[in-house]
């Protein structure tokens, strides 16, 4: 019986994820795509979307068959053996530092489209949202889902919309006559980024009302959706040649709809893509909260954490996350930290837990899944490479806790000792 309130459909679910996949990158990493690679980067999103699938396949899968608030650090510790879990456990806690600053950075260039901000004005938006996602997660997940179900509809008509208008034609999306562009590999290096969000979404697989049925078709059309829109998307940047500096790639879809339809028409553009960071950055933090909780109701962190609301909602789990993120997002502030250089960090780490999610699969998958399985491990070692020296970030977090979690265990046992009654 699951432990917490079973509450998802597929729609919801579909919705959840889209939102998620879409929501950081789709107003912002087409252009910077775009930057790196110029025309290579509709066949990078095409190779992209191909990379992904079989990773999607396996997280599905595992998924269906194990449903659990601890998404893949579960997986990997049911497969590989509890060191393995917590050090999952510990890379996708540890993107928050680089994550989400990146993502508020994002969800604040479209307020910077429409109004003039000082810095202070950024970070008091930065701030007020956190806020935002800490009271709806305390509504629980099928408010998230109802409330990220109305965005996503927001994001596909936008970019329909400007499909339509801008008039597109097969000569606008066809390939470069040059395949082999060596750009095309650092392009998909940041462009990963925009299908982090599967091993988040793997935290809500206990919530699903039918987790084996509901759970993994909610995932596939979530990933279908988001690379269909991605792809389009790309295309309209390029078309209207919306890229190029930092400024021009936080605000690239804003100017192309402030072109197609009128400079007021800025405000729709910087609303929808408001939402749209806002709905990717909530079920990251819904999904820490979740990992977060489950950890400590299996006793592996502080037992106050394991607390529940009335309806089930991890309470002191999300207010601990969203306290982390606020000193994340106070730091990168303070020290005006690059966003494409924040992206990269971050994407590293979830690599590495997309790799560990696809050695569990390897190993407690059977027949074509587990085929998947390797054969999305192979591509995650490929994409560690693609990221170059970004990845040191997590190859050195992971050094750090392989070293430190020996010794930090041995304290909690010599502690539990010095507890127990004296005879």
């Known amino acids: 019986m699951s ?4 509450q998802l459909g597929i729609s919801q679910g579909v919705a959840l994820l889209a939102t998620s996949l879409l929501g950081t990158g789709i107003f912002v990493v087409p252009a910077i795509a775009a930057s790196i690679a110029e025309r290579s980067s509709l ?9 992904v699938m079989p990773i999607a396949f396996t997280f599905a899968a595992l998924g269906k068959r194990y449903p659990h608030a601890g998404g893949a650090a579960h997986f990997v510790g049911k497969a590989l053996g509890q060191r393995a879990e917590k050090l999952t456990a510990f890379l996708f806690l540890s993107v928050l530092p680089v994550g989400l600053p990146a993502a508020l950075v994002m969800a604040t260039g479209f307020w910077q489209a429409v109004f003039e901000l000082s810095p202070i004005m950024s970070l008091g938006i930065q701030l007020s949202t956190l806020l935002c996602m800490l009271l709806l997660g305390l509504g629980g997940a099928k408010l998230s ?5 109305i965005i996503a509809l927001a994001i596909v008509t936008l970019v329909a919309a400007l499909w339509w208008q801008a008039d597109i034609v097969s000569s606008d999306y066809q390939l470069p006559s040059d395949l082999g562009s060596p750009n095309i590999v650092p392009a998909l290096a940041v462009m990963f980024w925009c299908f982090v969000g599967i091993e988040a979404f793997a935290h809500m697989g206990e919530e699903f009302r039918r987790p084996e049925r509901d759970f993994p078709i909610a995932l596939l059309l ?18 209207f040649g ?10 690239s879809l804003p100017h192309v709809v402030a072109l197609l339809f009128g400079p007021h028409a800025k405000w729709l553009a ?11 950055m909530n079920i990251y933090i819904q999904g820490f909260a979740r990992l977060l909780w489950s950890m400590a109701d299996e006793g592996h962190l502080p037992k106050q954490l394991a607390h529940l609301s009335t309806n089930k909602v991890p309470t002191r789990a999300l207010i601990t996350i969203v306290s982390a993120c606020v ?31 696809m050695i569990a699969g390897a190993v407690l998958l059977k027949g ?14 490929l994409l560690l490479l693609a990221l170059g020296q970004q990845s040191i970030y997590v190859l050195l977090l992971s050094v750090i806790f392989l070293l430190i979690q020996p010794l930090f265990m041995q304290i909690k046992k010599q502690w539990k000792v010095s507890k127990l009654p004296k005879s």
């Not at 919306?242 to 605000?251: E, F, I, L, S």
Request: glycine content about 6%.
């Open 3 to 6: 432990r917490l309130h079973q």
């Open 43 to 51: 066949l990078a999103w095409a190779i992209l979307i191909a990379l």
């Open 145 to 149: 889902g109802n409330v990220q179900a």
């Open 222 to 239: 979530g990933v279908f959706v988001a690379g269909a829109v991605y792809w389009a998307a790309s295309v309209v940047v390029l078309k």
């Open 242 to 251: 919306a890229y190029g500096t930092q400024h021009a790639n936080t605000q």
């Open 270 to 280: 910087a609303i929808v893509g408001y939402l749209a960071c806002f709905a990717s």
């Open 327 to 357: 000193f994340s997002c106070v730091v990168a502030w303070l020290f005006k930290l690059p966003l494409d250089e924040l992206i990269r960090y971050a994407n590293g780490n979830f690599i590495v837990v997309y790799l560990l999610s």
């Open 368 to 381: 074509v899944f587990r085929i998947l399985a390797v054969i999305g491990a192979a591509l995650c070692c």
